[in-house]
């Protein structure tokens, strides 16, 4: 049973593109995240979504927009990709904001 | 000067070795997280505490809230202990949100 998935695992596209990446929980949890891993591997909270209400939003440019169907569900959608957003992109969930995280797998995006 | 300085950077052990990974920080947080990364990319949580110590397996770690400082100990280190490890602290002000340590590197030769 996986506790926090993202789909794709991969993802290579051209600049320009628009892309999306795909985050769910089966923990019953009520907060999630969005991280950065950039190339010197920095971790960097993007955004953090409270029963689906947005609670953290860093200084990230608006080409990347994170959307929150439910509480088990954190999209990220980018547009008009550019070479700087390659990265791998966690997605983590806790119980609420004071607990403890657990994190997805990861997306390598890689932006040709 | 990032808020969370984490050292050593990259630290090389022999098999069977006490190893203390050091954290500092310049904020006021609520909570602070020991991570760890394996080489293959995934991200597991080891600790969360804001107090004490806390202990599991061969895994220690304390915090000194006073100081603005935590400790992740490994005794008895195994070639498997090898990945990179993360502190991370939970902001008391300012949207409560985490930051994260550059992160310590640890080999651990059989």
């Known amino acids: 049973d996986t506790a926090v998935s993202q789909t794709p695992k991969y993802l290579v596209t051209q600049m320009g593109n628009d892309k999306s990446i795909k985050c769910e929980q089966n923990?019953?949890?009520?907060?999630m995240y969005w991280y950065k891993q950039d190339s010197k591997k920095f971790l960097k909270i993007m955004f953090s979504y409270n029963n689906k209400e947005l609670i953290i939003n860093e200084t990230v440019p608006n080409r990347f927009s994170p959307k929150s169907p439910d509480k088990a569900h954190l999209n990220l959608h980018i547009n008009s990709l550019e070479l700087g957003d390659s990265a791998v992109y966690f997605c983590?969930?806790?119980?609420?904001?004071?607990?403890?995280?657990?994190f997805g797998p990861g997306t390598r995006l890689t932006v040709l | 000067k990032n808020e969370v300085e984490q050292s050593p950077q990259n630290l090389t052990a022999q098999e069977g070795e006490f190893i203390t990974i050091n954290c500092s920080y310049s904020?006021?947080?609520?909570?602070l997280h020991w991570l760890q990364q394996h080489p293959g990319g995934g991200i597991v949580s080891l600790f969360m505490?804001?107090?004490g110590k806390k202990k599991h397996g061969r895994l220690i770690a304390t915090i000194n809230i006073q100081e603005k400082h935590s400790s992740l100990h490994i005794t008895a280190s195994h070639p498997r202990d090898s990945a990179v490890y993360i502190c991370?602290?939970?902001?008391?002000?300012?949207?409560?949100?985490?930051?994260f340590g550059a992160g310590t590197r640890l080999f651990v030769k059989a």
């Open positions: 991370a602290v939970r902001r008391n002000t300012g949207g409560f949100k985490t930051i």
């Open positions: 983590a969930s806790s119980q609420s904001r004071a607990n403890e995280q657990f």
């Open positions: 923990l019953g949890h009520d907060t």
């Open positions: 505490l804001s107090s």
């Open positions: 904020v006021g947080i609520s909570a």
